[in-house]
Structure formats: structure tokens, C-alpha cells
Nanobody, 129 residues
Framework: QVQLVESGGGSVQAGGSLRLSCVGSGFTYTRNCMGWFRQVQGAKREGVAVIYTGDGRESYADSVKGRFTITQDNDKNIVYLQMNNLKPEDTAMYYC??????????????????????WGKGTLVTISS
């Protein structure tokens, strides 16, 4: 059973930075999609950044490109989300997600556009103006 544990959320002012961490365990396969979604209460979940741990290919939402960077530590099944130049609209609950890659019919094995079945409990990020 896959388990995902997030950490690193908090409150910062606009323009600041935060780094989120997600530790994964219980994977069946050694190469997976791992990444981050976010959700504001009452709104739809949004894919933020996802990485394919097999070769490091990354996928980002347009709203965070150039500001957020996802990285991985394969040896420990950990992914990080470095968030810079944070804006009030980045305020949300951030969830770690994971699934095996989707190779069939796709050029991207992992994408923020895909659905994911494994979710962490979330970590809250609050950005004040």
C-alpha cells in the first residue's frame, strides 16, 4: 500500500519561498510518477508539478512555471517542491500524489493533466499579501 507523507507547508509573505517534501513508501514499481496537486476549499484540484522518477521528466502547471521546481531523491523515494516568488493565489492545501507512469498512448509518462489514485493528507501553504 502506497503511503505519501508531506511536510514543509507554512505561512510566508508574497515574494517569499517554501520547500515542500514528500516521502513515499510501499511502491510496487521502482519508477513512478510523483508530484503535487493543490486545492482551495470549494474549488477543483489543480495539478502543480509532477516528475517521472525513472528519468526526471517534469510537468508543470502554466501558473507555476518559472517559479516552482520539482526535484527527486530516488534513493529515498522523496520528491521536493521548491516554491519561489510565491503569490497569494498560491495559497492552498498541497497534496503529494503518486502512481505508476502511463505509457500507453501517451508521450508523457507523467503529467499534471492526469488523474492520480494515491494521495497524501496534505500540507497547508498560506501566502499573505
Amino acid at each position: 500500500q502506497v503511503q505519501l507523507v508531506e511536510s514543509g507547508g507554512g505561512s510566508v509573505q508574497a515574494g517569499g519561498s517554501l520547500r515542500l517534501s514528500c516521502v513515499g513508501s510501499g511502491f510496487t514499481y521502482t519508477r513512478n510518477c510523483m508530484g503535487w496537486f493543490r486545492q482551495v476549499q470549494g474549488a477543483k484540484r489543480e495539478g502543480v508539478a509532477v516528475i517521472y522518477t525513472g528519468d526526471g521528466r517534469e510537468s508543470y502547471a502554466d501558473s507555476v512555471k518559472g517559479r516552482f521546481t520539482i526535484t527527486q531523491d530516488n534513493d529515498k523515494n522523496i520528491v521536493y517542491l521548491q516554491m519561489n516568488n510565491l503569490k497569494p493565489e498560491d495559497t492552498a492545501m498541497y497534496y503529494c500524489v503518486a502512481d505508476p507512469p502511463l505509457w500507453v498512448g501517451n508521450t508523457e509518462p507523467c503529467s499534471v493533466r492526469y488523474e492520480y489514485s494515491n494521495w497524501g493528507k496534505g500540507t497547508l501553504v498560506t501566502i499573505s499579501s
